[in-house]
Nanobody
Framework: QVQLVESGGGSVQPGGSLRLSCTSS????????MGWYRQNPGKQRELVGF????????YADSVKGRFSIFRDVADINKVFLEMNNLKPEDTARYYC???????WGQGTQVTVSS
């Protein structure tokens, strides 16, 4: 069973930045496409974007130009979600997943508020 663990969430003011990490217990992030999603209570999980190889794509329109997904060059089992110019509507619990494996992390909460 592959485990994914998200970290790096927290509370930040509008306009601030956070970097989330997704760490896997096995070497799957460098092999398979991975994705970041976010969700608020009572709402559907929303795709943030995918990373396949070194290419990130399918960013949600609401995060284009502000968020980026990329690998940790020092750790093949880690992927980052860099979030800049955060807005209150970015508040959500953020999850990483590897769809082909079917693994999801427990998520990390991001709260953007003044």
């Amino acid at each position: 069973q592959v485990q994914l663990v998200e970290s790096g969430g927290g509370s930040v003011q509008p306009g601030g930045s956070l970097r989330l990490s997704c760490t896997s217990s096995k070497n799957i992030l460098s092999i398979y496409t991975m994705g970041w999603y976010r969700q608020n209570p009572g709402k559907q999980r929303e795709l943030v974007g995918f990373l396949s190889g070194t290419e990130a794509y399918n960013y949600a329109d609401s995060v284009k130009g502000r968020f980026s997904i990329f690998r940790d060059v020092a750790d093949i089992n880690k992927v980052f979600l860099e979030m800049n110019n955060l807005k209150p509507e970015d508040t959500a619990r953020y999850y990483c997943t590897v769809p082909v494996v079917g693994s999801w992390g427990q998520g990390t909460q991001v709260t953007v508020s003044s």
